[in-house]
């Protein structure tokens, strides 16, 4: 069975950083894509970025390009959001998703078939 457990969100000030993690179970890490995605309240969930099976590949949502880096370590089945120069916008609950492709970067929801439960970041003003 499939596990993602996410943490590392909280409440920040804006202008700060967090580092979110997801560590993952259950199926051959190295072989499939992950992403990131939020979900505003009042708003739909949306895609943030996504890295390929070995990390050689990256895409971003514009959003959040330059200052958002996704990042994995394979040998600790463990996948990385550094979120820098967070605002208001960015407040949101953040889903590690895994892929089910090795290197296909899916942007939307339909690429991926486990999801974890989340955790809240919350950017105050």
């Known amino acids: 069975q499939v596990q993602l457990v996410e943490s590392g969100g909280g409440l920040v000030q804006a202008g700060g950083s967090l580092r979110l993690s997801c560590a993952a179970s259950?199926?051959?890490?190295?072989?499939?894509?992950m992403g990131w995605f939020r979900q505003a309240p009042g708003k739909e969930r949306e895609f943030v970025a996504c890295i390929s099976s070995r990390g050689g590949r990256t895409y971003y949502a514009a959003s959040v390009k330059g200052r958002f880096t996704i990042s994995r370590d394979n040998a600790k089945n463990t996948v990385y959001l550094q979120m820098n120069s967070l605002n208001s916008d960015d407040t949101a609950r953040y889903y590690c998703?895994?892929?089910?492709?090795?290197?296909?970067?899916?942007?939307?929801?339909?690429?991926?078939?486990?999801w974890g439960q989340g955790t809240q970041v919350i950017v105050s003003s």
């Open positions: 259950g199926r051959t890490f190295s072989s499939h894509a």
């Open positions: 998703a895994q892929g089910i492709s090795a290197d296909y970067l899916y942007t939307h929801e339909g690429g991926y078939d486990y």
